[in-house]
């Protein structure tokens, strides 16, 4: 193994100048699997803000009105727990996959490698050819083959950035106001038109030419996912057992002892990052299997078994085990933080109400008024939260019957996701009170059946 491969950008030249990767590719058995993931997302992404379920844009993440749908689910501001939760709960998964399959995520979910390898990338080999043909092409001189292939790449791949962005917009403004807005000029919408472009744009930097260094230079989670795994998560890696030492076919047949490692470099030229997985693990590698496959199709060709680099545990690549272990502290440790918070999630659903009331009292320094005609009124506030996607109207009313209520607001009518409070009077004969005071219950009525109570204690003279 080289050992100055930690210091070194395989990226970068010594100058600091980028060097740019032409990754070859080769098609092998995890690539049907990750591509019916991919795309699958992508169909996800690209779908979720345009259809309609229960009366409700798919998924709408309406930030200007506190408003978030999801898959006909709504939410507002007053449910931040339910967006802590699922933020917890996001962080926790990626944990416990990470312990259990490294880097799982990276290689077959993230959008920098959804988009850029099920999207992009085929379309510049569409167009522009293999790896070879793609260096070669860069480096000759600028002439009509050379501008009709790149204005084709960048135009159709403008177009995906489009419709990416577009999509984008309709999670955010909603699909309505934008399909409005793109049937209108620009120059009427100036802000969502900046929009867009600024996102193509971003797009256009990203997939176009940032590419790997997003992975290998920005991204936090490359950095810290090194503390999530440990020997025994799944890599892809190199088994170096069985392919040290390296060695062409023919020292083999020369009577060579030699590993399964034939030194083809192909495991080095289908990496996107540039690195070489015999290296073992590194920072740079965001698993996406592509050297497994490749490795695979030359182990294929000089007949040895195929997994040379392959899903497996650093100790059995290195030959510091031979059994795999699952169970393990960290992975049950962030197993069981995950199931709470997925259960927790779960119930506070199944008991969620489309609206929410409380009682609060009035003025602390005057719990109770003594009215001219000798009853007591305590100053109470009722804030009541609509949390439906329509008008709702409330009624209040106290138990027992022999108390008095007055509000100013009959019915208290809140549009959809609003918050408000209107002041009640609860006014009753001071014979009542023991002590100076009398339990009673407030109730509320309205919104789509809705009913709650709450238990109060009013306040009077007699302590
Ligand atoms: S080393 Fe292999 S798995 Fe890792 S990024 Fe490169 S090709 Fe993908
Ligand atoms: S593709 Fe396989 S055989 Fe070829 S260099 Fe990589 S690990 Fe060795």
């Given at each position: 193994m080289s050992g100055d491969f930690r210091e070194t950008l395989y990226t970068v030249d010594a100058q600091g100048r980028r060097k740019w990767v032409y990754s070859e590719f080769v098609p092998g058995r995890f690539t049907i699997p990750r591509g019916l993931v991919a795309y699958s997302l992508m169909l996800i992404y690209l779908v979720m803000p345009w259809i309609t379920i229960g009366g409700k844009?798919?998924?709408?993440?309406d930030i200007f009105n506190r408003r978030f749908v999801f898959f006909g689910a709504e939410f507002w501001a007053t449910d931040s727990y339910f967006l802590f939760l699922i933020l917890v709960s996001m962080a926790f998964s990626l944990f416990f996959f990470t312990a259990l399959f490294g880097r799982l995520w990276c290689g077959w979910a993230c959008p920098e490698t959804v988009f850029l390898e099920f999207m992009f990338r085929p379309i510049e080999r569409l167009i522009e050819g293999s790896a070879a043909q793609r260096r070669r092409l860069d480096q000759q001189p600028w002439n009509l083959e050379k501008i009709v292939k790149k204005l084709l790449k960048h135009s159709i791949s403008a177009f995906f950035a489009w419709i990416i962005a577009t999509t984008a917009l309709a999670y955010f403004i909603g699909r309505d106001p934008l399909i409005e807005m793109i049937s209108d000029w620009p120059y009427k919408n100036p802000v969502p038109f900046a929009m867009t472009v600024a996102m193509m744009g971003l797009m256009a930097f990203q997939f176009g030419w940032f590419r790997e260094q997003f992975c290998t230079v920005l991204c936090p989670y490359a950095r810290f996912q090194s503390v999530l795994m440990d020997s025994n998560s799944i890599v892809v890696g190199y088994d170096v057992v069985r392919g040290e030492p390296r060695g062409k076919v023919r020292k083999r047949e020369d009577g060579e002892s030699t590993?399964?490692?034939?030194?083809?470099?192909l495991c080095v030229r289908v990496c996107p990052t540039g690195i070489?997985?015999?290296?073992?693990?590194?920072?740079?590698?965001?698993?996406?299997?592509a050297c497994a496959d490749a490795c695979d199709s030359i182990m294929e060709k000089v007949g040895r078994p195929k997994?040379?680099?392959?899903?497996?545990t650093e100790d059995r690549l290195l030959g510091?085990?031979?059994?795999?272990?699952?169970?393990?502290?960290r992975p049950i440790v962030y197993g069981v933080l995950l199931t709470i918070c997925l259960s927790t999630f779960a119930y506070l659903l199944s008991v969620r109400q489309e609206s929410e009331f409380q009682v609060l009292r009035g003025a602390l320094d005057e719990p109770f008024t003594v009215l001219d005609d000798g009853r007591v009124s305590n100053h109470l506030h009722v804030r009541v939260t609509n949390k439906s996607s329509s008008p709702a109207e409330y009624t209040f009313s106290v138990t027992p019957k022999d108390i008095e209520l007055i509000t100013p607001l009959v019915p208290f009518s809140l549009h959809a996701g609003q918050i408000s409070t209107t002041p009640i009077f609860l006014n009753f004969?001071?014979?009542?009170?023991v002590d100076g005071k009398y339990t009673a219950e407030v109730n509320i009525a309205g919104g789509a059946g809705y009913s709650d109570k709450q238990t109060i204690t009013l306040l009077g003279p007699g302590k």
């Open positions: 844009q798919g998924v709408h993440l590993g399964d490692c034939v030194d083809c470099g070489d997985i015999r290296n073992g693990l590194q920072l740079e590698c965001v698993a996406c299997t997994g040379l680099v392959r899903y497996d510091r085990s031979l059994t795999r272990k699952l169970l393990r502290p004969d001071p014979k009542i009170l």
